[in-house]
């Protein structure tokens, strides 16, 4: 049986109808729209369906949709701020980490969690964080600079913010 | 523009962020699997559940039954013609008919009005099979008395090949040194993260079909659809959406692509089929693991005197690329080194298993291993450094190679000068501690094939320019962009030429009725074929352009320049007319403004059985280092560093050249260390998804430092040549001969497991079932 339920994505609450074997991933593509989401494996091991909930990244082609009630979930469509790209779209395109793109949002996902908790995460680190993301373009060399180059700028920012 | 005046250009040589990457940073590209058309409906295929058996009953009654199930199609000779991707010995089908070869081979398809119910409906079709005793081994599947796949492959040979160049066996007798080992290349797969996807939407009343789907070459595809679906061309229309991917995985037609048009033909709606990634794992057609015999002869300084080598491709179930990578093993054989005699045996074997087709750097990463290992094998031998030994063979400008490939430019040993030189590699061979160790290799491959994959002297890439108020500079080009950038290199070249800003250039590719056509990515063809078409077809316009702007401007039209948005008189800078004004003078006073450029390679010129394939207008070059660590006590492998310097040509966008060297080189290390497509006993595959087959993740790359050295091919349409596919090569042979420099034994299997390394420190003591 297929009942409403209100998700809390990407600060706006939407209306779904959902049954309760469908999975977060699904709901955000086929009925929101929400295409930046991708699925590339269905079985948790690529992490190109990863989204934030409540801070943390997390695998939507392992999260029942009905389990994400009441949490605040952020896809790649909700991280720029009125218009303007967010720190790691803008390095990830200028220092040449997108080629296919098909696991970009994930793995800009997953380095945006990782941002959050840690400021100035070691090359180590920043490895670590995204080690559940798999990028078959890139030997991830231009990823793991372009995270670096974005944590950079944010702290910059924040500084900014911080004096002003 | 024939020459390296580079330093003039606005935008070759620049490294551009591609003109892609924001709609994919903001999850705004769309995939194929990302489209929704109004009545859309989804389909699902049945796979076989034996490697080989033949199909004595299907019953669908059950899944036409289900509620919201629209159709339920199963094989059919009579519609379903047997196609390959170049037509020669077709044998695979949208859905099998008769019988089955391998795991998985689709046997039955349904089409319903949600995904879930197309899923349900397939697993309550009930198929029964007569199983067949079948064949996994290639080096068994050529012996008498095996089960055969196919009737017209006796002993299962789809194709075998002899090349014969010189006297090897007088050449042998003569030599110094004549080293003889053989080495076992393995099963892997592209791994691309987006798995294929199709949406098909056939217009009953206008007869038309439309195809989206994740396809490298469309015009192939185009081809593919219209013999087996036996519709013209004409009447076909293939778009590619946004690629996620390919690495000559999306080359060929997917059964599920032929599966989906069917359905829709006979449903007149849309019809979308994306396969999960164990469909992905079974479609396959990734590398042709290789059980190869390597045998070359030197003088005394290490001079190459002979080469004889003999392939044995494992070709899996079906034709694929088989006949093109066979050749190109033999082909790949001929450089990068002088070669004064060369002997090719070599045959592509059916097997019931996933097909295998083309990975990048095809038949160049199993040619590489062995012929890298064995040089270092000989080097040790002869008491030459492994350095020297590749200095003293490396081919130069102007080479040509038996086989009668022209090398009309190649900086192969500057390469392996700079990567010794930034790698330390002389101070550390053989002198590290033991344990640690440094590899040395070497690698090239082709820049564009001089072959078409049916018979035809067509030009291989065409290019068309609007040019006009409305649109600004408008390029049809059939260029596909799989990931690799080509759109964006193919924007620079164009606003180079006519003196505009990157964003005054829309690049409409990736549709085949939008598009003129172009053979396709793949072989490393793009940057430097469809570079020339768009190069040419921008020149077409740029000098229409000039008519007018040299009456306005009182000089002669050869006197001309484009740049900054302006023509200008070369010689008196200060006479100029703004870009578009002099577009605005030739719509009022000629009319409207298009250019065309296309591009046909030089053809081969040699006599002998399959000379069609290696020759090519330019080869890219690249030389390797990897400082290794290995623990003899658990046998695990680390890579400390890694080194790369390429000679790609003129480097047309730098960061989009460190991207494919990087890229290449992760690819080669997987299959180097971890990646390999098991089968089980049953001939299914035991490990179909990312957590059984593992492809390296950011904790498996080492820092990688790559070189591009300068370099300039005049050939080509800004002095580039390939970078796509050459850098995978050389990463196996590289980590093979650095195991040898940390611990001393030579390891001629991949990939390189613990255990292998264990084994062959004499730790282990079962047999290699690889082993020839």
């Given at each position: 049986m297929k009942q409403v339920l209100s998700l809390n994505i990407n600060g706006h609450d939407r209306d779904v109808m959902v049954s309760h074997e469908d999975l977060l991933v699904d709901v955000l593509r086929d009925q929101l729209g929400l295409i930046g989401t991708k699925k590339g494996c269905g079985h948790g091991s690529c992490g190109t369906c990863t989204v934030i909930i409540d801070g943390e990244a997390v695998l939507s082609c392992l999260t029942l949709a009905l389990s994400s009630q009441g949490k605040k979930i952020t896809t790649i469509e909700g991280i720029e701020k009125d218009g303007a790209l967010h720190p790691l779209q803008q390095s990830f395109i200028e220092r040449g980490a997108v080629q296919c793109g098909f696991c970009t949002p994930g793995m800009i996902m997953s380095a945006a969690a990782l941002l959050s908790h840690n400021k100035s995460p070691s090359i180590e680190e920043i490895k670590i964080g995204l080690s559940g993301n798999l990028c078959r373009c890139t030997g991830y060399v231009k990823i793991v600079d372009a995270v670096e180059v974005a944590a950079a700028k944010m702290r910059q920012l924040d500084a900014a913010q911080k004096g002003a | 523009m024939t020459t390296d005046d580079t330093k003039r250009y606005a935008w070759v040589g620049k490294s551009i962020p591609k003109v892609d990457a924001a709609a994919k940073v903001r999850g705004k590209a769309i995939y194929t699997d990302d489209i929704s058309l109004p009545g859309l409906v989804y389909a699902k295929i049945k796979g076989s559940t034996v490697p080989h058996g033949r199909i004595v009953k299907i019953d669908t009654h059950k899944a036409e039954a289900l509620p919201g199930v629209l159709a339920v199609i199963v094989g059919d000779p009579t519609t379903m013609k047997p196609y390959s991707v170049n037509n020669y010995l077709p044998t695979e089908q949208a859905l099998a008919s008769g019988k089955v070869r391998y795991y998985g081979e689709g046997v039955a398809a349904v089409a319903a009005l949600d995904e879930k119910t197309a899923e349900r409906a397939v697993s309550l079709i009930e198929v029964e099979y007569e199983a067949l005793p079948f064949v996994l081994d290639p080096r068994e599947a050529m012996e008498p008395g095996k089960p055969l796949l196919h009737d017209f492959a006796e002993r299962n040979i789809n194709y075998k090949g002899e090349q014969d160049f010189g006297d090897v066996d007088k050449a042998f007798a003569e030599s110094h040194l004549v080293m003889e080992n053989h080495y076992y290349c393995s099963y892997v797969s592209h791994a691309f993260l987006e798995p294929q996807s199709v949406v098909a939407d056939y217009d009953t009343v206008k007869g038309h079909l439309t195809v989206h789907t994740c396809i490298q070459l469309p015009h192939y595809f185009h081809q593919t659809l219209s013999r087996a679906l036996e519709l013209p061309m004409e009447r076909i229309r293939v778009i590619v959406p946004t690629v996620g991917g390919g690495f000559g995985g999306k080359t060929e037609a997917t059964p599920a692509s032929l599966v989906a048009c069917i359905l829709s033909r006979k449903l007149g709606k849309p019809v979308k089929i994306t396969y999960d990634r164990e469909e992905v794992f079974q479609q396959n057609k990734g590398r042709h693991p290789a059980y190869m015999r390597m045998k070359m002869g030197f003088d005394p300084e290490g001079r190459i005197t002979a080469c004889d080598f003999d392939n044995t491709l494992d070709g899996g179930a079906h034709s694929s690329w088989g006949f093109v990578t066979l050749w190109f093993s033999a082909a790949l054989t001929q450089l990068p080194y002088k070669l004064p005699n060369v002997r090719f045996r070599g045959r592509r074997i059916f097997t019931n298993k996933p097909t295998t087709g083309a990975q990048r750097c095809l038949g160049g990463v199993q040619v590489r291993m062995s012929m890298e290992s064995l040089l270092d094998e000989a080097a040790q031998k002869l008491g030459i450094h492994p350095f020297h030994i590749r200095m003293v063979n490396a081919v130069e400008t102007g080479h040509q190679t038996q086989a009668v490939f022209d090398v009309r430019h190649s900086e192969l040993k500057r390469c392996i000068e700079t990567v010794v030189a930034k790698s330390g590699f002389c101070e550390k061979y053989g002198k590290l501690p033991f344990g640690r160790g440094i590899g040395l290799a070497c690698g090239h491959y082709s820049t564009g094939g001089a072959y078409l994959l049916y018979k035809s002297n067509r030009p291989h890439s065409t290019a068309n320019i609007r040019v006009d108020t409305e649109a600004g500079t408008t390029v049809f080009v059939g260029a596909t962009d799989i990931g690799q950038g080509s759109t964006t290199v193919l924007t620079q070249m164009v606003a180079e030429v006519l003196g505009l800003d990157l964003a005054e250039i829309h690049i409409v590719c990736q549709d085949t009725t939008l598009a003129p056509m172009d053979n396709g990515t793949y072989d490393s063809r793009v940057t430097y074929g469809a570079g020339h078409a768009v190069k040419r077809a921008a020149i077409d316009a740029r000098d229409k352009l000039f008519g007018i702007a040299a009456i306005k401007l009182d000089v002669n039209p050869e006197q001309l320049e484009c740049a900054g948005g302006f023509i200008y008189a070369t010689y008196s800078p200060k006479k100029r007319i703004a870009f578009r004004e002099a577009v605005h003078q030739y719509l009022s006073t000629v009319g409207p403004l298009f250019g065309t450029g296309s591009y046909t390679p030089p053809q081969p010129s040699g006599d002998y059985q399959g000379k069609l394939i290696g020759p090519t207008p330019a080869f890219g070059f690249t030389a390797q280092v990897a400082e290794i660590e290995v623990d003899v006590e658990t046998g695990k492998l680390k890579i400390i560093k890694y080194w790369e310097a390429g000679d790609?040509?003129?480097?047309?966008n730098p960061m989009s050249v460190e991207g494919q060297v990087e890229g290449g080189i992760s690819m080669g290390l997987g299959q180097a260390l971890f990646e390999e497509m098991k089968m089980s006993k049953e001939g299914k595959m035991e490990n179909p998804n990312f957590h059984d087959y593992r492809i390296p993740t950011t904790m498996d790359m080492p820092e990688i430092d790559a070189t591009i050295v300068e370099s300039f091919d005049p050939t080509a349409p800004f002095g580039n040549k390939e970078v796509g596919e050459g850098p995978v090569g050389p990463v196996i042979p590289a980590i093979l001969n650095a195991i040898y420099d940390a611990v001393g034994v030579r390891i001629t299997e991949v990939p390189v497991t613990p255990e292998r390394i264990l084994r062959a420190l004499g730790k282990l003591d079962q047999p290699s079932k690889n082993k020839l």
């Open positions: - | 790609c040509g003129k480097a047309i």
